[in-house]
């Protein structure tokens, strides 16, 4: 794993220990325009490492600071997600700029950081997220095209076995005993979950798969 260091302004003091890592997709039309933006005071956004598509890591933000890359947002009761989690961009141009599958060396590279976060930092599997877990009305990334499968048989998250247990009648509070915000509305909260652990169809309908999925996290989930 390439390691660079590209200090970025913006961060400040943690207010809670480390117990999450978020992912994100850069959103922009490359990594150029991505650093720049990630260490631009004026744009008071910042992660603490970018992945770029060929493997580069660029370490931004000391992990030990409170970078700003999680925005509004919420998970398991929480709203100050950026001062308990780690977060990583991932060079993509996004759903606004051509969205497409993250390379091998790149993703490679994130099971390395990641492995390696997750083992300083007392960061529980149900806590590895997605942008869009935590802020599901806002953001879309890293998206449906993203392997949270692969991730989670690297030890990174979690996945459920089979057979998937009997779909529950009612989503939303499976939804909300998984973490996700209940005060965001249906549709847009479903179609997060749905990009982590179902993306296709990624269309915000409770099927009878989506519940069933829904119910087998929420089971993975319980008791943590």
Request: charged share 20%.
């Amino acid at each position: 794993m390439a390691l660079r260091d590209l200090p970025s302004p913006n961060h400040g003091p943690r207010a809670a220990a480390i117990d999450m890592l978020v992912v994100h997709y850069t959103g922009m039309r490359n990594a150029t325009e991505a650093l720049a933006r990630l260490t631009s005071l004026d744009s008071a956004v910042s992660a603490h490492y970018l992945i770029d598509e060929d493997g580069t890591v660029w370490r931004l933000v000391p992990e030990e600071r409170r970078a700003w890359h999680a925005g509004i947002s919420f998970w398991r009761g929480r709203r100050d997600i950026n001062s308990a989690s780690i977060g990583i961009e991932l060079v993509n141009p996004g759903h606004e700029f051509g969205y497409r599958a993250f390379p091998e060396a790149q993703l490679a590279a994130l099971e390395v950081l990641a492995r390696d976060i997750l083992g300083r930092h007392a960061i529980p599997p149900h806590n590895v997220l997605g942008h869009s877990d935590v802020a599901p009305a806002r953001k879309q990334d890293p998206g449906e095209l993203f392997p949270w499968r692969r991730l989670a048989l690297a030890g990174i998250g979690v996945w459920p076995g089979s057979p998937l247990p009997p779909a529950p009648r009612e989503i939303r509070p499976v939804l909300g005993a998984i973490g996700y915000d209940p005060d965001v509305a249906l549709a847009p909260t479903i179609t997060a979950f749905q990009r982590h652990f179902r993306p296709i169809p990624c269309d915000g309908v409770p099927d009878e798969e989506t519940r069933a999925m829904a119910a087998a996290i929420a089971n993975l989930y319980r008791g943590v």
